[in-house]
């Protein structure tokens, strides 16, 4: 039995032994290097460009700028296609650009021998520009005489409102108090190791291959097909190792590009890479969030309704656009579901970064002003907090508020009640003073999130597998889903081998995805990769065990449901001691015998039509040191429901990243533009504040294990939940420590600086 | 309609291009160069090797000898893998060798940074050799006082006899003549023009993957684990771009040593590319035959009895051993069915370079011999040549002798008539002088040949495939078949657009095999891919295609027995003109439609358990120069019932290829060996007399379609059947204008003027 057990990653060793081979490590013989022209300014139009110097350098093979590029508008989002134009990610993009809509958009590109050639040919190329207002706050953004940073949108990407779950004036009636709130968050940046990297040549058949670190494969294929008006099917997309993406490599950035530039120069290979800086500002990052929130609670600690007023800015470029609002809205309601819940939301364009997926989708800035809000009713209560989220919490017999289907494993309280344990907030609440007032106070937050596992019914959730019976009784497996560090690789290792019924060694995981050869996926995102691509493992590998046994039953006149596999060998099922063969001989009867079997496959590719919510909270004790505005976390704990854990020590780590990345946001990270200028302070890794081992505390993950009766190993969602709640939790303890409700992020000194001198606290 | 049409080569683009890519094509960072030390004596044993100053030379980052190689020891024959033991191959090759068995022997390997550092290192390589007499003449192999090339064998590989079609002592005795003949075949070597070139790595989940240019991927997988003693699912043979093979890469020739020096050093990537003379004499030959034949014919020109008595020299080491000599008595039985055959036949070893597979696999050896002796008897006779073969010639209704299965579509006395017509037998025969005296003579000659359409049932016939319904209503196609210059990947292609109702340019085919996720099939030989091959795309397409109507079923609710695809729309099957969708539009909705469907994919693996004879014959029209020992062809047929021709192009370009090299063979090509020494004189393309353009006569191509009923397009084998009866037919037209039976091979100037001396004509 592999599912459930702590298995070694099945890319552990080639990961640190180095023998795991990135974009960036492969190279062909005659490669060439391209480099991006950026724009020196956030917003304006190129009046001039002058390549003739550029051009003419020895070793550069080509100069393409805005005027050289097909016409074609193209979505970058990583979205499914889908059949529905009304559900089509917005179009505003162009392989290059003339109209220059944040510092760093890319104008022209060269094509050289070498990267420094390919620099020195940058520097020769001369622009001339006429400049706009920025726009980057969002008061900016939509002012009445804002110029439009997209034609014909007044900025605006796309707005919906709904309510859900019941009557809102009646919810509203019953509710005893209303309390408002504004919440902040700032733009982040994903900050992978591996920065973006691709390169394309065109192979034997003429088709264009493209190498690159995507998370999306097939969506890729799809993209470039698109942005290229070429069939999907001369379009190749290999994705080697990946070293980390965050929803970043969920959106198609460098691949249009490559396979253009290939498509001019003849199938010659080309490799574009981004450094740091670049990839800093020229890739994605995470969309800024004001939401306004009210919270109708009754005198008993009954939430009658919660009423979001979410707007988010997508940058520069659309990417993922309205999407990460809606879905962060829809995401949000799993919590707290008999309460009724409005929604409005917004998404506008500003003159800065484009902003796309990351981590969390927007429910990281949603859960962030839900469970501040949340917070702040319960004090206004004068209730407890974990008594106020446990009264509200989701428990059985709750429906989803948009579809109603119900929420069959809703293992929150759980959560609560362990979490509340392992932090000790009686004994703490008991033992501490209730009010402090010396420099250094003590404060104990908490905070709940909701999340799915995946993006069922919005879009289509196709998973495929692969599985081929060796010689040797092993077994090659190859799946759509895309490892790139989450780990799922093993967890598909330790589905096949648990249906198959061989040991986890004996599931070979063939790691690289090649859109030619590999079953479609539509990739890593959602958090949908164990539960959506799980159910393909699943069904290929019984298919394959019911091929495997059949064939026994062909072979030895045996009734093939007697029989079963049990550690790769094949059994009666009601006296497993007993051994029918192994499945080694089972293989070299199938590919050798001359007259019956053939090489034994499976494969199969499965629409999941079910989405379970996943549940979870933090808990965290931390000092406030008030004169030095500087937070020490002292315990914090992550308590998830994701249904049953596939791999105790894989998903540990999965939560440990993402708490350090929950904590970076909540009290270090923020890319700094200039509000006026659209400038990008900090666009390395200096001056931009990921928290370093220094930084973080020792991180705690515990599990509570639901079942979920709609995948097949009982698993629902892992690999966002955890970065959600940290941020909130450290506000509502910050609040517990100092009384100070601080409605923004991060919570770095410059912040605590200004609310705790506004507060009158310093 | 594909099949049938001259379509372009899908390789076609690629290779005149290059963007055909070949395994030396390939490069990866940190790769190393091996280069083996051979030894420079035909025959004896290693005394001592001093490896010392070669270690220590920069730049080298080791040497191997036969010291440090696994004791395993290995068959390197390609064949599939068969449970009987008593089947296997004969296993008497190891990594590196310390007894010498040829000139040329594998003594030690060094490893460096490039080849000229692996050259130099060679130099500085000592060895002290003891001497032992080579043996090259069968006479001298067969001497009481021989030493033995490997022990225990009495310098014997195998042996067996039988006797199929009757009663052979009343064949005799019903016979009123008895012709007998020696006939002697010569060393050839397979000259294709990409040498042998291998790499390996080891990859990410430590498993060693190897490029080489082979025509059986899984098979070397197979040998490879056997020689390591590894795992099959642990080593992944990948197999680019072909440059030809001729059953020279039918053989594991530098696999096991790569994959052994990238285990020994760490996993780096290590390259072995021969030369072209290493190639001659390191990899594999022809093997030489001496058949001793005997016909029984009745005055009315039947033939009751042929008997052959046949040795078979492998050389060095067994390789394919004496699968050749059994292999080529077993086809020729098809021919002359009605006979009685009587066989015996020895392999032995011999002190040259080992013989391998080749075009023909021994059958251009056993058809010289018989279609000589055919001659031979008709002259007896006084039987017009073609008159005689007519006579004997399969016919409906006929046996396979072995078997006892039916002949179900015996083209020959089609082909026979086709030949005398076109090169216009009878008025030739009218016009030239019955008996010629001048320099200068005409002659004309044919003979027939039979050959099979696999290997089945000596060997498991396995083949697959796989098909992917692209987003753009293509498809993809795998097959595990392997393209090496011959053609086949064009020819599945066209199957599968055949069957499935799509154009030929729909079909995209990945031509490069990779065992971890190709389908799997034991590779190019025995002119099998087609026959066998086409069974699995056939199956595949049809799987894929039913798939896709039963989806056009779900959507639309007609029912799927009552459509179709025509042109790559779906179709009422009774209407054509009803066009229902178009299959983008299906893949479309299976693909993203969100609550139906999913990729649509087809695999077969499928085991052919029937075996088709092709049938054919060369006529030819030369003349002698008499005095100069000198023979011009002035027309050639070659005319071939090999079934349904699926594509009139490529077969037209096989048989050409084929001729050319049945004409090397009759005219002009040895592999010269010293018989006192056994060293080579013509290891290369100066010396070794492969004709060029200048040396080939116009190739005359004409098929006889039959349809094979066991082919599920009519068609049969056509790969090897070419090189088959050229040089017994240019050897019966100097018999028709000297009067001089050369019963050995090539008939050059050289052996032209010994027998012509010997008869005195000069």
Redesign the interface.
Known sequence: MAVGKPMQR??G??KVTG???YTD?F?M?GMRVAKFLRSSIAHGRVVSIDIGQASGLPGVDGVFTFKDIPKTVFATAGH????DPGHADVADRQLLTDHIRYQGDEIAVVVAENELTARKALALIKVEYETYKPLVRMDDVLADDAPEIHKRTRNIVKEHAYVAGGDWQQAKEESDHLIDGCYETQVVQHCHLENHTAYAY??????IVIVTSTQIPHIVR?IVGQALEL???QIRVIKP?VGGGFGNKQDVVLEPMVAFLTLKLG?VPIKLRLDREECMVGTRVRHPFRVKLQVGVQKDGTVKLINFDALSNTGAYASHGHSIAAAAAAKAHYMYPRAVYRCQARTIYGNFPAAGAMRGYGSPQMTYAVDCAMEDAARSLGMDSVEFRLKNAVRPGDMNQIGKRPIMSPGLMECIEKGKQLIDWEKKRADWPASQSGPVRRGLGMACFSYLSGT??V????A?AHLVL???G?V?L?VGATEIGQGSDTAFAQMAAETLGIPFAGV????TQDT??T??DTGAYASRQTYVGGQAVMRTAQQLKKKILDYVGLITGMNSQDLDILDGNIVVARTPATAVMSLQDVA??A???????????A?????T?TNAPSFGCTFVDLEVDVPMCRVRIDEIFNVHDCGVVINPLNAEGQVHGGMAMGIGAGLFEVLMIDPDSGRIYNNNMLDYKVPTIMDIPDLMAAFVETYEPTHPYGSKSLGEPPVLSPAPAIRNAILDATGVAINELPLNPKTLFKHFKETGLI
Chains 1, 2 share one sequence.
Do not use: W
């Open positions: 099945v890319d060793v080639a023998k795991a081979r490590d190279s013989p499914p296609f889908s059949m065109m192979d034997d058949l003429e088709h799809r069939p999907l099917s190792y199938g069922y019914p879009c289509v959730e196709a495929g060796n010689q040797d092993s090659h190859r070979h995981l063939v790691s030619d050869v079953p479609f070299l009867d590919y050798y015998d001359k007259n019956r079997g053939g090489q034994i496959t494969e199969v590719s499965y629409k039509r």
